[in-house]
């Protein structure tokens, strides 16, 4: 039926037998173990015909069932935009006047700065003006006039740190908290501490920008060692906008297939026992059904208002596609979609390039991606705000890593690009439980590297958790030997952002 879902909800961890003939499987919470009959005791018990059955998919349902947050949580839900090829915090969110007056001076240091190319020209002033915006006075640049109105509502962090300077790596820490790929994304860490609120679409969905998928593709938002339905489902444009979901052909033999493939699940169930596999793997199946008649419905932006599709920006070719992506992201959430990933940018490389990677020219190329998303992004805080649900809602605006304050050129030119910054650079949140308009951490006063209160991944996983209600020293899953979670060994809530 769906090829996408065949797999989902697969447990990878390994059941422990007990002393009583029970056997337990390690929750999300903790130590806490969950018994459950053993296959022995089902399949005795469910020889008592289909309602026992019926029964036992109940069961399985509850076994599967997501946990309680550890304690009350300010937000439902989030939906998270990725800014891909690291955007210049020097000339968006992080005003530097000093950089500025020392326009076209040597970056006074002995240290050889860990950055992509290696080239360490001058050092280069912001290519756009900052004005302090909204009742806060937050400084925010030309770059992103429609975001800016909206700066009362944001929370930057201007000290965020990451461990490489390379795209692929970076995009790894940013996602799983580590450097390379095999471990859960923190929409599957949600999706899994949390499940979704709709028993009609995933927990996790994500969309990448229409030219192209991230470097990584989708070991990005990969589940990892996670069961398989907390993976990200990638929904596209077009009127089939999950792939899969509906088959090639449709044959007028497909109901009775499908009646017989549930009986021979029935039968396989009343045999042997509903193991953990078969259970997930129906589990699946349903959710697939259910998606073939929700997916199209929540997927139709055209439904909304003109007004709705206007503000968005739906209607000019520079903005539709990534105001279409909000707009649908807005309308996943209302459904109950725990996690929404937007990617701004595609892969890396390329001419002309697809992501705010700048080497070659800052303002030419920020101009083109910013041109994309401000208005849709600010739109989605709009919306969000006037239906209710920002304050329940949180919103992450990210980026791998930032770009130097000097330009990528030779020793003794000002060049019109910037290298990669993994030093410092800024992110900013929005919505439930932060304290809005406001700035936590600083850069030094050019900009190149955190010089106060510094955040690294680690820590801002740990406070995406905590404002769902998650600990995330507590959030675990035993893997090969090892309880493993998003923040590895590392993370503190940053409280100086909380409301």
């Not at 447990?11 to 422990?16: A, C, E, I, Y």
């Not at 240091?109 to 020209?121: A, H, L, N, R, S």
């Amino acid at each position: 039926m769906c090829r996408l879902l065949s797999v989902a909800a697969t447990r990878t961890n390994s059941p422990r037998r007990t002393g009583n003939g029970t056997r337990s499987v390690p929750t999300t919470m903790g130590d806490r173990m969950t018994p459950l009959p053993s296959r022995r005791q089902f399949a005795s018990w469910s020889v008592g015909g289909l309602a026992a059955t019926a029964v036992l998919d109940l069961l399985a349902r509850d076994a599967a069932a997501a946990p309680k947050p550890h304690f009350a949580a300010k937000a439902k839900r989030v939906v998270h935009v990725s800014l891909i090829g690291g955007l210049s915090h020097l000339d968006s969110f992080d005003h530097k006047p000093k950089l500025a007056k020392l326009h076209g001076k040597k970056l006074e240091t002995t240290e050889k700065p860990d950055i992509f190319f290696g080239q360490v020209g001058l050092l280069r002033q912001p290519d756009w003006k900052f004005k302090p915006r909204g009742k806060s006075g937050l400084m925010v640049s030309d770059l992103f006039p429609h975001v800016a109105e909206l700066a009362d509502e944001l929370t930057v962090i201007r000290s965020m740190t990451a461990d490489s300077a390379n795209h692929t790596p970076a995009l790894y820490l940013g996602n799983n908290g580590f450097a390379f790929s095999g471990f859960p994304s923190v929409g599957s860490w949600a999706s899994f501490g949390l499940g979704s609120e709709s028993e009609e679409l995933p927990a996790y969905v994500v969309l990448p920008d229409p030219r192209g998928l991230p470097n990584g593709g989708a070991s990005i938002w990969s589940n990892g060692f996670l069961p398989a339905e907390h993976q990200g489902v990638v929904f596209g444009s077009g009127a089939s906008p999950v792939r899969d979901l509906f088959p090639a052909t449709k044959r007028a033999d497909d109901a009775e297939g499908r009646e017989l493939l549930k009986k021979l699940n029935d039968a396989h169930a009343e045999t042997s026992g509903a193991g953990d596999l078969l259970a997930a793997r129906t589990r699946s199946y349903e959710l697939a059904a259910r998606m073939q008649l929700s997916v199209p419905a929540v997927a139709d932006v055209s439904k909304e208002t003109k007004n709705t599709q206007a503000l968005y920006g739906l209607d000019d070719p520079k903005t539709a596609a990534f105001g279409r992506n909000c707009l649908l992201a807005r309308r996943l959430l209302e459904k109950g979609v725990r996690f929404v990933q937007l990617f701004s940018g595609g892969p890396i490389a390329g001419s002309p390039r697809a992501s705010w990677d700048a080497h070659e020219s800052v303002k030419e190329n920020h101009t083109l991606e910013a041109e994309k998303i401000d208005k849709p992004v600010a739109a989605l805080l709009r919306d969000l705000k006037q239906r209710g649900m920002l304050k329940d809602t949180l919103v992450l605006f990210t980026t791998e890593f930032g770009r130097t304050p000097f330009a990528q050129s030779g020793p003794d030119q000002v060049g019109t690009g910037r290298d990669h910054n993994k030093y410092a650079f800024s992110v900013w949140l929005a919505g439930a439980g932060l304290k809005a308009g406001s700035v936590y951490g600083a850069s030094d006063d050019i900009g190149w590297k955190a010089a106060e209160n510094p955040v690294a991944w680690h820590d801002f996983h740990a406070t995406v958790l905590h404002l769902l209600g998650l600990n995330h020293e507590k959030l675990t899953f035993y893997h090969n030997g090892i309880h493993r979670r998003l923040t590895n060994v590392h993370g503190e809530v940053v409280k100086g952002i909380l409301g």
